[in-house]
């Protein structure tokens, strides 16, 4: 176990720093700049000042090793389009309403999702899994923005009933939770259907049946955690993919997210902040599918790291 996590963990080194220099390279290939004319006009002497000030009139190869020398200090850099603050400051404050709504969105998701999947696996070809598969077909089909889109029009504008933006007092934080909520839960809701039945059609179900098992014994006490894997896997990655914010859902519903600061620091090219943003999702995306892998081989040891017994 032990040569495998490290081995995982060289494959994240060499995994962040292809990633840094693919996303360093196109930022820089784009055309346009941060204080180019037609975004930001500026007299020539100013423009070359603001250039040397942020090192953009060195060489690429400069500019990346500078970068990535203050990134192992963790060090981002200042961000172009607020002077006042670093990266990592704005970062921090960023990433509080994503966390919030996204991992709320995938705690409350996921479980109905399990429990979705369940009733439709205990009750296969009935009306219960019918309307289960087709509640996590749209979940899973239906893109996010149209379901925000869908939220405000029913609950905050012909209901009444909830804010339509904002971020805030808590009552503004249930359409977007809910817009969040939709493809966690229409994903194991999926999983948890196909991992069930599959493990309902093994002998050893058979076998606890004929020793007179109950059957809320086997679901709970045997079913349920032999399907737990899938579930497992999929669940670090799918908390980072949320928690880290949606354009759409911070864009529909106005919230001050990570989300919203990628598509501000892609538009007025923002280098620091859009690779800071890059490269952190990396290491979080890198790390989530190691602890689950570990997780994976902890709950089931016929799993063979590396494709040998330790």
Not at 19 to 31: A, K, L, N, Q, R
């Amino acid at each position: 176990m032990l040569s495998f996590i490290l081995r995982r963990l060289v494959s994240v080194a060499v995994t962040f720093f292809v990633v840094s220099v693919v996303i360093f390279v196109m930022m820089h290939s784009i055309p346009g700049g941060p204080f180019d004319a037609g975004d930001m006009p500026l007299p020539p002497a100013v423009r070359e000042r603001m250039m040397a000030q942020y090192g953009l009139d060195q060489p690429l190869y400069v500019q990346y090793l500078r970068y990535m020398a203050g990134v192992l200090r963790f060090d981002f850099g200042v961000p172009f389009q607020s002077p006042g603050e670093t990266v990592v400051s704005l970062l921090a404050s960023a990433w509080v309403p994503s966390l919030v709504l996204g991992g709320l969105g995938v705690l409350i998701g996921a479980p109905l999702g399990i429990l979705l999947g369940m009733a439709a696996a205990l009750r296969r070809n009935s009306w219960v899994d019918y309307l289960a598969s087709a509640v996590a077909t749209l979940g899973l089909t239906v893109p996010v923005f149209v379901t925000s889109m869908l939220l405000i029009l029913v609950f905050a504008v012909w209901l009444g009933w909830l804010p339509s933006s904002g971020w805030g007092e808590p009552r503004r934080w249930i359409l977007p939770i809910a817009a969040y909520a939709t493809i966690p839960m229409a994903t194991y809701a999926r999983y948890t259907r196909s991992a069930m039945l599959d493990t309902l059609n093994r002998p050893f179900v058979t076998v606890l049946r004929a020793k007179g098992l109950s059957e809320r014994r086997i679901v709970f006490g045997h079913v349920l955690r032999n399907s737990a894997l899938p579930m497992v896997t999929v669940f670090l990655p799918m908390f980072i993919g949320t928690a880290t914010g949606s354009i759409f859902v911070e864009a529909m519903f106005r919230i001050p997210g990570l989300g919203s600061y990628f598509v501000s620091s892609i538009r007025t090219r923002d280098y620091p902040t859009e690779m800071a943003l890059m490269l952190m999702l990396t290491v979080m995306f890198c790390l989530a599918y190691l602890i689950s892998d570990i997780l994976y081989a902890w709950l089931n040891p016929r799993i063979r790291t590396g494709g040998r017994r330790e």
